[in-house]
């Protein structure tokens, strides 16, 4: 039940294409999910989070989608470029301002090509 | 991440050996992690310290230690190294009184290979 389950392994996408990577989840407690960024040679980043109480965040190019009653949520990435190439994890925990342990998800590798 | 730095970055050691991972921090944060990530396992966590005198373990604590030396530096220890531990290592930090709730800021990562 504490699982953050996350697909496709691995996506590649066409320049200025649309990238989804979907997470689902058991733990109706989860109250926070954040997406990271991963580079190759570096440290996973913060890129967006969103909480149950909202649908849809959107920061730039990146959007989360939340489903609640389904338990899924999905980062899209509008107008994908190069640069967006990279490891992305989805993660997710309870209590919003006091908990410190966050359920990964295994990751997905997206590559953009040119 | 220059403000979470790790040591080493890459090590090769053999079996039985006992290694020291170690990780600091400027940022000035109480709360410190280390996570192992293998390819399509995602990050794992090991260890977590939410202050100097708070250690607990993490989901895959088997066959490591920790050392909280100061607010800044959290160290992580391998005992006896066995071939299943080869794997990449990051230690993170997180700031309990503000900023993005649970948002975690990642070291650049240690490299470990046991032979």
């Known amino acids: ?114 | 991440d220059a403000d979470v730095t790790q040591t080493p970055r890459n090590r090769i050691t053999k079996t039985g050996k006992r290694i020291m991972l170690e990780c600091s921090q400027t940022k000035g944060h109480d709360r410190m992690y280390w996570y192992r990530q293998d390819p399509g396992l995602g990050l794992q966590l090991i260890y977590y310290s939410f202050d100097v005198k708070d250690i607990n373990k993490g989901e895959i604590s088997d066959g490591y230690s920790v050392s909280r030396q100061a607010q800044a530096k959290f160290s992580l220890s391998l005992e006896s190294a066995i071939p299943n531990q080869t794997a990449l290592y990051f230690c993170a930090t997180s700031d309990s009184r503000g900023g993005a709730p649970n948002e975690q800021f990642f070291g650049p990562g240690t490299r470990l290979t046991v032979l």
């Not at chain 1, 989860?30 to 991963?38: E, I, K, M, R, V």
């Not at chain 1, 949520?73 to 966050?102: E, K, V």
Request: with cysteine.
């Open chain 1, 1 to 114: 039940q504490q699982q953050v389950k996350q697909s496709p392994q691995s996506l590649i996408v066409q320049k200025g294409g649309i990238s989804i990577i979907n997470c689902a989840y058991e733990n109706t407690a989860f109250d926070y999910f954040p997406w990271y960024q991963q580079f190759p040679g570096k440290g996973p980043a913060l890129l967006i989070a969103i909480r149950p109480d909202v649908s849809e965040k959107k920061e730039g190019r990146f959007t989360i989608s939340f489903n609640k009653s389904a338990k899924q949520f999905s980062l899209h990435i509008m107008d994908s470029q190069p640069g967006d190439s990279a490891t992305y994890f989805c993660a997710a925990t309870t209590g919003w301002d006091s908990n410190y342990q966050l359920i990964w998800g295994a990751g997905t590798k997206l590559i953009i090509k040119p």
